[in-house]
């Protein structure tokens, strides 16, 4: 792919033009003529106007320094402006060819990682098969209790999820966002995804509640919405002790739907809020500063908006606003 097919093609270039709208040449010359006619009428009318009042010799000389000092002052003064106006002009394309480079030049560790996941995914897709495949011969069998056979489907539906993420991630790196917007009953996706979290060992011994509606029909990517609620959620379960309290809200005010997860942990410092969301940014030792990702793309892509607050909780609430009626197939 070229270059100007790649710059045309960019996701990064939203707003900015194509091509460049400047022509050095027809520009050139339509300021040099318009300066000849201009300079060539002047000094046509001024001679004949100096020639025609002009009592002697020495008073024509007199017009004429006048004239020419006149005219090196007018000219001197159109210089100056229309050179003002190119150069500022130029100033503000320099200005944005340094942050478009600076934007690629922070974009390549994306890139790369991107293109290391997409490959990673690939083969945890294949350990994957064959965890699903004998975990389905083992609960065919008839050595199991209940207990281990709902062990057992805890395992599969796992292996599924982590699957179907696997092949996400597999897809993005394709070129595209996988699991477009569909009607789904939102209080039961939030709903599959909190008793899928409660399994994990992290939050097995936090106390999780949550305040959702009856029922909540809506258009989003449910794929991408159960990803950001369970990183919310471990999210929470990590700033707080085993004894922590995580709060899940659903709420919907005037067709704008708000997903609340609250915590009594440390909170947020307000230093670290701009940086929070940023790629591989964390402050803890063993974290990756990916799972709060998840959270500005759903937010990204269903046209939403991001807050961080102080919970009721005494800790840290995320919360995510997001248009009910979303266009299907969209974004």
């Known amino acids: 792919m070229s270059t100007n097919s790649f710059l045309k093609n960019s996701i990064f270039r939203t707003g900015i033009e194509d091509r ?8 050139s010359l339509i300021i040099a003529c318009g300066y000849i006619i201009i300079v060539s009428i002047y000094i046509w009318l001024s001679g004949k106007y100096a020639g025609e009042i002009a009592s002697s010799l020495e008073n024509l000389e007199h017009l004429e320094l006048i004239k020419g000092l006149l005219f090196a002052l007018v000219t001197g003064t159109i210089l100056f402006v229309t050179l003002f106006i190119i150069l500022a002009k130029i100033k503000k394309k320099d200005e944005m060819i340094i942050a478009q480079n600076k934007s690629i030049i922070s974009s390549e560790g994306l890139v790369m990682s991107g293109i290391f996941a997409s490959s990673l995914s690939h083969d945890i897709n294949n350990l994957l098969s064959i ?8 609960r065919i069998t008839d050595n199991l209790n209940p207990a281990e056979k709902r062990c057992l489907n805890e395992i599969s539906i796992a292996t599924q999820t982590l699957k179907r993420l696997s092949q996400g991630m597999m897809d993005a790196g394709r070129g ?3 699991h477009r917007k569909e009607l789904v009953d939102l209080t039961i996706v939030a709903k599959d995804t909190i008793n899928f979290a409660k399994v994990h060992n992290k939050i097995k011994t936090r106390d999780l509640q949550y305040e959702l509606p009856d029922k909540l029909i809506m258009e989003l990517n449910p794929l991408l919405f159960s990803r950001t609620l369970m990183n919310l959620i471990l999210n929470s379960a990590e700033a707080t002790d085993n004894s922590g309290e995580i709060l899940i809200k659903i709420k919907e005010e005037n067709d704008t739907v708000t997903l609340e997860v609250h915590d009594n942990g440390p909170g947020v410092p307000e230093d670290m809020i701009e940086n929070i969301f940023n790629p591989f940014f964390t402050t803890k030792k063993n974290g990756n500063g990916l799972g709060l990702l998840s959270l500005k793309i759903f937010a990204d892509q269903h046209n939403g908006s991001i807050d961080i607050k102080t919970s009721h909780l005494r800790g840290a609430c995320f919360s995510v606003s997001f248009p009910r009626n979303q266009n299907l197939g969209t974004k």
Request: charged fraction near 5%.
């Open 20 to 27: 460049s709208s400047i022509h050095p040449l027809f520009l």
């Open 176 to 178: 595209y966002v996988p």
């Open 131 to 138: 965890i699903m495949g004998n975990s389905e011969l083992l």
